[in-house]
């Protein structure tokens, strides 16, 4: 479906009051910057701002939607055959070999996590998205699987595939603020993502077989 004109508008000047906030947020810190003076930048009222993004954390993570389904989206995209563990160690080897910026391969995202790492608020809310992402990844297991509300099996199945994403994007933040080179991190992530897979049990690599409906 065409996006229509209302809705191209409000995108833009949703990313352009992000755009706008993030410059500042580098330059001075997250700390030091107020929403008032983000929206006198932007040219916008405080409203502007609040209505588009409800805390002043989010004109940061303004694309954390994107990673909270990330996981779950694999899993549910899986092909004939594949488990949910094998969906997501393929998907983050394509990305992680193509040096993709998706997963912080850019030389930028050094800046990113600095700023991160320097204000508590931040590393909250980077906490609280590691969480949405684990609760996504376990409701789409529960869907998938046809697992009972009760069974926990599928949360502990997400806390085992969650690990190898959350290890992979700790690693490639870790290795980026030390100013290395996007490609030279992508061949250490890839042998890492090796290592991380031979420590996953048969039952976790098994687990959740697009083509089989139970759910052990």
């Known amino acids: 479906m065409a996006e229509g004109l209302r809705e191209r508008k409000k995108r833009q000047t949703r990313q352009y009051i992000s755009d706008v906030a993030t410059g500042l947020f580098v330059e001075r810190g997250f700390d ?40 779950a989206r694999w899993v549910r995209g899986r092909r004939e055959g594949e488990s949910a563990a094998a969906a997501v160690l393929r998907e983050l080897r394509e ?19 600095r700023v991160i790492e320097a204000a508590p608020a931040l590393r909250s809310r980077l906490w609280a998205i590691s969480q949405e ?20 099996l599928p949360l502990l199945m997400a806390g085992q595939i969650g690990w190898v994403h959350g290890t992979v ?8 603020v030390k100013g290395r080179a996007p490609a030279e991190v992508s061949r250490e992530v890839l042998a890492l993502l090796d290592e991380m897979e031979a420590l996953l049990s048969e039952r976790v690599l098994g687990y959740a077989v697009r083509g089989q409906r139970a759910a052990g």
């Open 95 to 113: 990305e992680v070999e193509a040096v993709s910026p998706r997963v912080g391969l850019l030389p930028d995202y050094a800046v990113f996590m």
């Open 133 to 152: 992402v684990q609760a996504a990844l376990e409701q789409a297991l529960r869907e998938e699987t046809g697992a009972a509300d009760d069974d926990e």
């Open 169 to 176: 994007m700790g690693v490639i933040g870790r290795e980026m």
């Open 32 to 71: 030091a910057v107020t929403v008032a003076e983000i929206a006198d930048a932007a040219n916008v009222s405080v409203n502007t701002v609040y209505n588009y993004f409800p805390a002043k954390e989010d004109l940061f993570f303004d694309r954390s939607a994107g990673v909270v389904d990330r996981l």
